[in-house]
């Protein structure tokens, strides 16, 4: 029999720490970082700002944005040997397994690995920000045997981006979009990966460590996998008329419908109207809007039927799509942003750590003598 102890399964409403990076208030379906709100910082900062407020608790001034830039451009290419790697891992494995595979190879070669000092994690933070789209972007191309594309130092950090998965830079309403996203999946508290990255820090291992068992809980989905997930879905539907019946067939086999409900939000994700604001303007630059339709059944449907809303992942799935984006490439984009709500609170946990050490109430077998194995028949 277990013991009158109370648990809380999934830490659901558990206070782990105090933090401030950013907050959520569900309450009013919002959230900030460092106390400015997401949609102003989406609407009047750009991604790197938004990195920079992170890491540094003030958004920059126009000297220290740039010397920002200057070491993230100067940090972006990958070794020769990282390259090789690369060229090895397996055709048909997905971007997120060598994402975290490339990502515990730079823990491996970067030259401050084990220096966990704040001033070396700020580095070491820097360099995973630069090099992380460079690794997606190459293995990504690589995967579809093609040839992987050197960053290119002139161009500012979304615009690389792109210029690395596509060789071309798109038109100024689609970066817009990208770096409003990039904004977006910044930050979020102690979310799962998050709270995976701080329990490996407070055990004082190093940032690459961290950061790469966060990768390997964001690939989950019910986590971030989810923004692929959602994609697959919208393909399965053949058209928004026939949106009602699928999701009908869901709740009949009461399957999860990716994309929707949150651990914190129950209200509505303070993400959502932005992403699906520039989900929308994505739709009307390429001229497609089935993929939009189809989601606005789905979110009507949901909220009628199970009053459940959307989160951030619901717009971001077909936002990345109509981007030109290969499905399997949307979770490591997300990793491209988190990565600088992750080592924000890697650098909080350090500076104040304790070692994260929960209790479990033991529900096994009473504790029984050893039969000798010559006893055991
Ligand atoms: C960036 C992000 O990580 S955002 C999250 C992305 N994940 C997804 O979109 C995956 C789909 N969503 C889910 O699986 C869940 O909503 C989670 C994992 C995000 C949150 O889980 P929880 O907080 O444990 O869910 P919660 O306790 O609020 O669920 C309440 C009820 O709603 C149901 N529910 C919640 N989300 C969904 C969904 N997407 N589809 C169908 N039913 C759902 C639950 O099954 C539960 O039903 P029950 O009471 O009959 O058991
Ligand atoms: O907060 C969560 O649990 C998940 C989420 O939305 C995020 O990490 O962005």
Redo the contacts with the bound molecule.
Sequence with gaps: MSEAIEVRK?L?GVYADDSAVSKVMPETNSLTYRGYAVQDLCENASFDETAYLLWNGELPNRAQLAAFQAEEKANRALSPALLRVLREFPREAHPMDMIRTAVSFMGMEDPETADISDAAQRRKAMRLLAKIPTAVAASNRLSKGLEPIAPDPALPFCENFFHMVFGKVPQKEVIKAFDVSMIL?AE?TF???TFTARTITSTMADMHGAITGAIAA?KG???????E??MHMLKEIPSPEAAEAWIQD??DH???????????Y?TG?SRVPTMKKYAEIMAEVVGDKRWMNTSAVLARV?LEK?N?H?????PAGPAYYLMGFDIPLFTPI?VCSRITGWAAHVLEQAADNRLIRPLSRYTGVEQRPVVPLAERG
């Design positions: 999934g659901v999946y979020h979310n799962a990966s964001l989905p019910l986590h971030g996998g989810a923004n997930a959602v869901k709740f009461k399957a999860l419908v990716m994309g929707f409900g949150h651990r914190v129950k994700d949901m199970k459940i959307p989160n951030l992942d619901f997300f």
